[in-house]
């Protein structure tokens, strides 16, 4: 039997009679229905690692710190998905850890300085889709994955949550258009922005890189 527990800086509540998680996200009046469905996917780019801010790549799998009353500005929603590292953060229970939203990987250069790697490399980082750090994976990788778990979300329910890197968010963007790794680098999304996409038949781009909240 479950026991009632709450996560730090959330209301999130384990129902004692039921098992079932209790969070402002996951509240009524947004219920999943049964069928096909007009859905939304609401992407909030979460802020940059104080590494990054500083010019260096931050270790795989780094939690951004979030500022102080994030979680209770987030929509409501039926299903909250995060990396795995923020799961950790704020609380197992008020969200569904997901690797693919996963920052891109970025190998052997995690923690390193921008300043410190060879140039040519960095170039082809930044100018080819395809090239990975060592030990790492390229733009076209991270669009593939983002893209294939994209793809495989059920038709229920109607309102979803994501918070992940920028880049990620990116990536799910483009993934949405039908677009390739070469665009990685032509749409800006910035830390704490609003991406929307929505599904019909298909994803679609609703909103990109709204500033948020």
């Avoid at 004692?16 to 939304?40: D, Y």
């Avoid at 929603?77 to 008020?94: C, E, M, Q, Y």
């Amino acid at each position: 039997m479950q026991c009632p527990c709450r996560v730090t800086g959330s209301s999130t509540i384990v129902s004692k009679s039921t098992g079932k998680v209790n969070h402002p996200l996951l509240a009524p009046p947004f219920r999943a229905t049964q069928g096909i469905m007009n859905q939304s996917l609401t992407c909030i780019a979460l802020p940059a690692p104080d590494d990054l801010r500083r010019g260096v790549i931050p270790a795989r799998d780094a939690a951004p710190t979030l500022p102080a009353g994030f979680m209770d500005t987030l929509p409501p929603a039926d299903r909250l998905f995060v990396p795995p590292a923020l799961s950790h953060a704020i609380g197992p229970t008020a969200c569904e850890a997901v690797p693919a939203l996963n920052a891109a990987d970025m190998g052997s250069w995690h923690g390193l300085s921008l300043k410190a790697l060879p140039p040519a490399d960095l170039a082809r980082w930044v100018g080819d889709a395809s090239f990975a750090p060592p030990g790492g994976e390229s733009r076209d990788s991270l669009l593939r994955r983002a893209g294939a778990w994209l793809a495989a979300l059920p038709a229920t329910p109607a309102r979803m949550l994501v918070l992940a890197d920028a880049t990620t968010i990116r990536a799910l963007a483009i993934a949405a258009l039908g677009g390739d790794g070469a665009m990685m680098t032509r749409l800006d999304i910035a830390p704490l922005t609003r991406t929307v996409l929505t599904r019909h038949a298909t994803w679609r781009l609703a909103t990109s890189g709204a500033p948020w909240p």
